[in-house]
T-cell receptor, first 116, second 113 residues
Framework: NAGVMQNPRHLVRRRGQEARLRCSPM?????VYWYRQLPEEGLKFMVY????????ESGMPKERFSAEFPKEGPSILRIQQVVRGDSAAYFC??????????????FGPGTRLTVL | GNSVTQMEGPVTLSEEAFLTINCTYT??????LFWYVQYPGEGLQLLLK?????DKGSNKGFEATYRKETTSFHLEKGSVQVSDSAVYFC????????????FGSGTQLTVLP
């Protein structure tokens, strides 16, 4: 059973460009989460999605960031007009969607975004 | 709000030493508690979890007990190996917080041969 897949693993963008990060959840998982890890820090929650729905985006910056999880295909985290402060590791996790608080999240290997 | 406080790192131990990494939490309701491990350049792997008070999670020689009275979930291992060198994250998921995980800042562990 393949784990959570993320691509690309490394992404370099210049200031002002767009970054698209992809996440394919584990087979049978319908819940996807995105987290950001800044250098030397823990992970911070960004957004929680189910198929075609954003459930909780309380951790997303109000501008330039968006996420989707379409009916077909991977979840996408999109960052428009990137700035140097967006440089971080972005991790996707998925879960099968059991009881809230007990449902276990499994993480992908992350995408390391570098903004020049 | 929910928060997790972890022991400051880095921690350096000799092989076969005893390991404790402290973790305390603040949460509304009764959270589930997790330890994740991150090896260099990789994503997080679930190490162990506990979903109710007095539960003990264990895996690969690591253990942690959910202590509601002290709001703690300390990670322990009796004899560490060089291969245990990694960053360890304590996390919680609280009922009513829409499933998001709240992480501690992580503790870097280095085990020397």
């Amino acid at each position: 059973n393949a784990g959570v897949m993320q691509n690309p693993r490394h992404l370099v963008r210049r200031r002002g460009q767009e970054a698209r990060l992809r996440c394919s959840p584990m087979k049978g998982h319908s819940h996807v989460y995105w987290y950001r890890q800044l250098p030397e820090e823990g992970l911070k929650f960004m957004v929680y999605l189910q198929k075609e729905n954003i459930i909780d985006e309380s951790g997303m910056p109000k501008e330039r960031f968006s996420a989707e999880f379409p009916k077909e295909g991977p979840s996408i985290l999109r960052i428009q007009q990137v700035v140097r402060g967006d440089s971080a590791a972005y991790f996707c996790a998925s879960s099968p969607g059991g009881t809230p608080g007990v449902d276990t999240q499994y993480f992908g290997p992350g995408t390391r975004l570098t903004v020049l | 709000g929910n928060s997790v406080t972890q022991m400051e790192g880095p921690v350096t131990l000799s092989e076969e030493a005893f390991l404790t990494i402290n973790c305390t939490y603040t949460a509304t309701g009764y959270p589930s508690l997790f330890w994740y491990v991150q090896y260099p350049g990789e994503g997080l792997q679930l190490l162990l979890k506990a979903t109710k008070a007095d539960d003990k999670g264990s895996n690969k020689g690591f253990e942690a007990t959910y202590r509601k009275e002290t709001t703690s979930f300390h990670l322990e291992k009796g004899s560490v190996q060089v291969s245990d060198s990694a960053v360890y994250f304590c996390a919680l998921s609280a009922l009513g917080s829409a499933r998001q995980l709240t992480f501690g800042s992580g503790t870097q562990l280095t085990v020397l041969p």
